[in-house]
């Protein structure tokens, strides 16, 4: 069975082996009974951003083990985990199942921005916690408007202003490239950016060239931005675009200076793919640890990550930072159940995913998750990284967001 099969029957299958049966719908909310807590969320399962869905099959590995181990305050996490195709309007539509049909008591861990954008505004007209989205979109920071959605990874203005500082400080005379996707994941990034470089770095902004999700390749995109003379590119895509991107760059014989977006940066989904020897000199920013890195061989949480990896998720890119995003966000999760487990109302659940402040095991030391009622954007900090053609290993210290 095929790698993009195997996450397909997984999708079929999370239900069945995340938790017990459903126990009747009883207080404190509809996804909360005596024995069981019941979790939902979509995943991109099949269509352009497919390989991403090897967070949702992580995080379902991990409630099983949690599940193993008697479950938070003896209750099961059922995770229920649907195909949304990388869709809005399949999003929605899941979304709805999940809440008005399954009852789950949260969204958690939805991939991407347009898709959690565009079930935004239901979820919190209904109450329902929206948790920890594997998007950087700002828009998850704003619990004025939108007080039951809160954000986890740092945001993508923060590493659009993390590269920009990096080129003003080392790389002045920079002549910049941007590829992006057409949504507000590629518009946030390149804003971030621009914010970055201020308006007399702006000026070495030379060209933008943007794609759409549909689009079969991106290859005429970046045969034209090579064409604009420039000696950077800055490269905000989603990993099927990337690793052509990465393939076309190497066959046109263009050298730029070429950063990636982290999310992007996987060895097993993006740069294996693109071929290692293609990849060798791409930077990205980062806040995990990457399980490739020579650096955290000896590390006891890595050793943990990987004894996690061969009992519960044996299937599982063990050079796959993805592997380490589902471990993470589903850690997350379970201080939040965990603190709040005398009370898993819907409102509970948020004030205690509004007060968390924690260093996970597999995030880098010193950046911590970190939350109050007037910030929910959990991870703010972030390091740069170099692909040396065999693993990514570290440029310089953290960068402290704002």
Request: with cysteine; aromatic share 8%.
């Amino acid at each position: 069975m095929t790698f993009a099969r195997s996450l397909c029957a997984a999708a079929m299958l999370v239900s069945l082996s995340c938790g017990a049966t459903r126990a009747a719908d009883t207080e404190p909310g509809p996804g909360v009974s005596a024995n069981e807590i019941t979790v939902g969320q979509t995943m991109p399962y099949s269509g352009p951003a497919s390989a991403y869905a090897a967070i949702g099959v992580a995080e379902a590995a991990y409630f099983r083990m949690i599940n193993e181990r008697g479950g938070i305050d003896g209750r099961k996490v059922t995770l229920l985990s649907l195909d949304d195709g990388y869709t809005p309007s399949r999003a929605v539509e899941q979304t709805r199942r999940l809440v008005e049909q399954d009852h789950v008591q949260l969204i958690f861990s939805t991939f991407g921005t347009a898709t959690n954008a565009a079930v935004q505004r239901y979820l919190n007209d209904r109450g329902v916690p929206q948790l920890f989205p594997v998007s950087g979109g700002s828009r998850w920071d704003d619990p004025g408007r939108f007080p039951w959605t809160m954000g986890f990874q740092p945001t993508l203005r923060t590493e659009g202003r993390t590269v920009a500082r990096y080129l003003l400080r080392t790389h002045p005379n920079a002549r910049i490239a941007v590829l992006y996707q057409n949504d507000d994941f590629g518009k946030d990034y390149v804003k971030g950016l621009e914010e970055g470089l201020g308006p007399e770095g702006k000026r070495s902004l030379v060209m933008k060239a943007s794609y759409e999700t549909a689009d079969p390749t991106v290859e005429s995109q970046i045969i034209a931005l090579r064409a604009s003379g420039a000696d950077t590119l800055v490269n905000v895509s989603t990993s099927k675009f990337t690793a052509q991107a990465i393939r076309k760059i190497h066959d046109l014989g263009w050298q730029p200076l070429h950063f990636v977006f982290s999310g992007s940066s996987s060895r097993a989904e993006v740069l294996v793919p693109a071929g290692l020897d293609n990849a060798q000199g791409l930077m990205t920013t980062q806040w995990a640890k990457d399980p490739t890195d020579p650096k955290w061989r000896n590390d006891t949480a890595t050793h943990g990550w990987l004894q996690w990896m061969t009992s519960h998720n044996p299937q599982g890119e063990r050079d796959s930072s993805l592997n380490v995003a589902g471990y993470n966000w589903a850690m997350a999760l379970e201080q939040v159940l965990r603190q709040g487990a005398g009370d898993l109302s819907r409102a509970n659940i948020m004030r205690q995913a509004a007060s968390l402040d924690l260093q996970l095991p597999m995030m880098l030391p010193g950046i911590k998750v970190s939350t109050s009622r007037h910030r929910f954007n959990a991870v703010r900090d972030l390091a740069l990284k170099r692909f040396n053609g065999e693993f990514w290993e570290s440029v310089g210290g953290i960068i402290y967001g704002e």
